[in-house]
């Protein structure tokens, strides 16, 4: 289970942080961004299936770059996002718009967490 936890959370991670590379070093608009890294992690044969982990990870990497100032909030973003991941895989199986209300809230709950903290 735990290494079951690393692979997504790995998944997860890699899509947010691709996602916001493009969009805040390449100029990318986030849609096009998400949508690339969601598509080649689509194209790519995995033995487990990651790749809607990877995609819900690029919604979150959409965030605003004046939001995230540097890559260690990337991080904790992609953590919360991957255990909320994990937990929720078998709750509103077929329901849409589950991965994108991951993204969002991991996002919302790291800067509620950090602004509580500061």
């Given at each position: 289970?735990?290494?079951?936890?690393?692979?997504?959370?790995?998944?997860?991670?890699?899509?947010?942080?691709?996602?916001?590379?493009?969009?805040?070093?390449?100029?990318?608009?986030?849609?096009?961004?998400?949508?690339?890294?969601?598509?080649?992690?689509?194209?790519?044969?995995?033995?487990?299936?990651?790749?809607?982990a990877v995609y819900s990870g690029?919604?979150?990497?959409?965030?605003?770059?004046?939001?995230?100032?540097?890559?260690?909030?990337?991080?904790?973003?992609?953590?919360?996002?991957?255990?909320?991941?994990?937990?929720?895989?078998?709750?509103?199986?077929?329901?849409?718009?589950?991965?994108?209300?991951?993204?969002?809230?991991?996002?919302?709950?790291?800067?509620?967490?950090?602004?509580?903290?500061?």
């Amino acid at each position: 289970m735990r290494i079951q936890f690393l692979y997504k959370f790995g998944a997860f991670f890699l899509g947010c942080l691709f996602c916001f590379l493009l969009h805040s070093q390449l100029g990318w608009s986030p849609v096009l961004a998400s949508a690339s890294v969601g598509l080649i992690a689509g194209l790519i044969p995995m033995r487990m299936t990651l790749q809607a982990a990877v995609y819900s990870g690029s919604f979150a990497g959409m965030c605003s770059s004046e939001l995230v100032t540097n890559y260690w909030e990337i991080l904790g973003i992609s953590l919360i996002g991957a255990i909320l991941y994990f937990y929720t895989l078998r709750i509103f199986q077929g329901f849409g718009g589950k991965l994108g209300t991951i993204a969002f809230v991991s996002v919302a709950l790291f800067f509620f967490i950090k602004g509580s903290i500061i």
